[in-house]
């Protein structure tokens, strides 16, 4: 099998799936560079798992091509299972077992001898933070450890494809830092993480690039600040000191923006849409002194990933609750790493 084009580690093309009368995907289309963090949005139903089951090989496509790290899913899934990981939204560690168990364990049972995977779990809890806490079982973790240890454990064969199916799910902030910094750390390292999630803000903190896709098809593919460009400019916002200035204020306002500025009189506010925040906010700042007109409160905002979300597919992302993250179907027969152990 040639190597995949370009440094690509998945590529798919014209992807197709259908269940019944469900066209699930109606033409998806990937290009994932090597090292990268790819993100995958779109709405509940919108194709996005069927895409990941198609690339690890859990689901034939009815039409299409994909190739993982230069193999074809279809006719070559043996070689793609060996190169990837798969991390999906439930752990899947032994909480009866320490740490450092549940990875050697996982090590046996990708075939290592007992004294590699001793030496590939000790370099995982030392990669993912976790050497402190080896000995200790993960009923005692936090919910960030927890997964840093489900992570390590995709990770025995050091995969060079990562899938991660929405890791963070049911995380708080601080589990979803830690959570974040392994996968940029995976990632520096040469991994390349093919990423879903319903946290805009985790795919606008870790993605390099993003696909959204909804109805089965590809919407657009940009970076997070690429896509969040497409809705518009920054946004000058004002509050006056005295009510009596907006008028003032919104004419000085409106020569550095690109529509006519809003004037909110209850707020007493001015905002505007401007090309260049950054030089705006400092021109339109010296020129406020210099009239003598006094502002309580100035700054710029910047679309954020939730409003070109919101805008690309005309609805809000909707976050997987507990109880339904819990009800999932998984794969029959899944092991930690997510694959079929009698297919792997």
């Not at 290592?112 to 001793?118: E, G, I, P, V």
């Not at 590939?120 to 080896?134: H, M, N």
């Not at 049911?170 to 959570?179: I, K, N, Q, S």
């Not at 705006?280 to 010296?286: S, Y």
Request: glycine share 10%.
């Amino acid at each position: 099998m040639p190597p995949t084009p370009f440094g690509l580690a998945v590529e798919a093309e014209g992807l197709t799936k259908r269940y019944g009368d469900n066209l699930a995907l109606d033409g998806v289309d990937l290009a994932v560079p090597r090292g990268t963090v790819h993100g995958l949005l779109g709405p509940n139903g919108a194709g996005k798992t069927t895409t990941v089951r198609i690339l690890t090989t859990l689901t034939r496509p009815d039409g299409g091509r994909a190739h993982v790290v230069g193999h074809d899913v279809a006719s070559a899934p043996r070689q793609v299972r060996r190169v990837i990981g798969l991390t999906g939204q439930q752990t899947t560690v032994d909480d009866l077992l320490t740490a450092r168990q549940n990875l050697t364990m996982f090590g046996r049972l990708f075939r290592l001898d007992k004294a590699a995977a001793q030496r590939r779990a000790a370099e995982l809890l030392e990669q993912f933070s976790l050497a402190e806490a080896a000995d200790r079982a993960p009923k005692k973790f936090s919910g960030g450890m927890r997964r840093r240890l489900d992570l390590a454990a995709s990770m025995i064969l050091a995969p060079a494809v990562l899938f991660l199916d929405e890791p963070t799910t049911g995380l708080d902030p601080a589990g979803r830092r830690e959570v974040w910094q392994a996968v940029r750390e995976l990632a520096a390292a040469g991994t390349t993480v093919l990423l879903t999630t319903h946290y805009l803000d985790e795919a606008d903190q870790l993605c390099d690039r993003i696909s959204v896709i909804d109805h089965g098809q590809n919407f657009v593919e940009d970076t997070p600040a690429g896509l969040k460009r497409r809705i518009g400019d920054d946004r000058l916002e004002i509050v006056v000191a005295d009510p009596a200035d907006l008028g003032a204020v919104a004419r000085l306002v409106a020569r550095a923006a690109t529509a006519e500025p809003v004037v909110d009189e209850t707020a007493s506010t001015v905002g505007a849409p401007v090309p260049d925040g950054v030089r705006a906010l400092t021109e339109v700042a010296a020129e406020l002194r210099s009239s003598g007109l006094e502002v309580a409160d100035i700054g710029l905002r910047r679309p954020t990933l939730d409003e070109a979300f919101l805008q690309l597919t005309g609805q809000r992302p909707e976050p997987m609750s507990a109880s339904t993250a819990a009800s999932a179907p998984k794969p029959a027969g899944a092991s930690a790493s997510g694959i079929p152990e009698e297919t792997r």
